[in-house]
């Protein structure tokens, strides 16, 4: 079964540089979480997007956005990166906006030196 | 503001021990709850989803239980295996969107 895809894996930007994460759902998921989790913490909720619509916003830095694509996919673009955002960056992706389970990808690793 | 919490912080079995992780959540307004496995350095596997009307879900070695008015879930381990060894996650969801909210994780060590 297809499952979330996440782009690049891995990513190593410098400071004060741009990166540009992307996530590809389930086929006919119209849904779309970021999770930001960084060394030893749990995971953090960032944003979500519902039918290409943001649904909900979380901990998300002023530096970072986000947008979901009329094919669904989404992309998370920070800017100006700083040593701390260095983390793990979880896509999830669900049926529906409410009561529905979430399916992960992968994750990116960002390490910002 | 809900609020998730694990405990223990880290535990340590002997192989084949039977073991109950515990989770407890302070808003009961939940719409399910779920417990992911995640290796070191890994992406998040999903491993039992209990929707707030049901009270429990089983799969292979896995018991989730949930009391939704008490807040809590457990996750029962039977007969441990040192592949088991991982950091388990339980996450609510809940409120006007289905964003997940972690609890802080339990360290498995399963001795050989």
């Known amino acids: 079964a297809a499952g979330v895809i996440q782009s690049p894996r891995h990513l190593i930007k410098e400071k004060r540089e741009t990166a540009t994460l992307k996530c590809y759902p389930i086929?006919?998921?119209?849904?779309v979480y970021w999770y930001q989790q960084g060394p030893g913490q749990d995971p953090q909720f960032l944003i979500s997007f519902y039918e290409k619509m943001q649904s909900d916003k979380g901990s998300i830095p002023d530096r970072f956005s986000a947008q979901q694509f009329s094919d669904y996919h989404s992309e998370l673009n920070m800017s100006s990166l700083e040593l701390g955002d260095s983390a793990l960056y979880f896509c999830a992706s669900s049926l529906g906006a409410l009561v529905t389970e979430a399916f992960f990808g992968q994750g990116t690793r960002l390490t910002v030196v | 503001k809900q609020e998730v919490t694990q405990i223990p912080a880290a535990l340590s079995v002997p192989e084949g021990e039977n073991l109950v992780l515990n989770c407890s959540f302070t808003?009961?307004?939940?719409?399910?709850l779920q417990w992911f496995r995640q290796d070191p350095g890994k992406g998040l596997t999903s491993l039992l989803l209990?929707?707030?009307?049901?009270r429990e879900q089983t799969s292979g070695r896995l018991n989730a239980s949930l009391d939704k008015s008490s807040g809590r879930s457990t996750l029962y381990i039977a007969a441990s295996q040192p592949g088991d060894s991982a950091t388990y996650l339980c996450a609510v969801s809940g409120g006007a969107t289905n964003k997940l909210i972690f609890g802080t994780g339990t360290l498995l060590a399963v001795q050989p």
């Open positions: 209990i929707q707030s009307s049901q």
């Open positions: 086929p006919r998921h119209d849904t």
């Open positions: 808003d009961s307004a939940i719409y399910n």
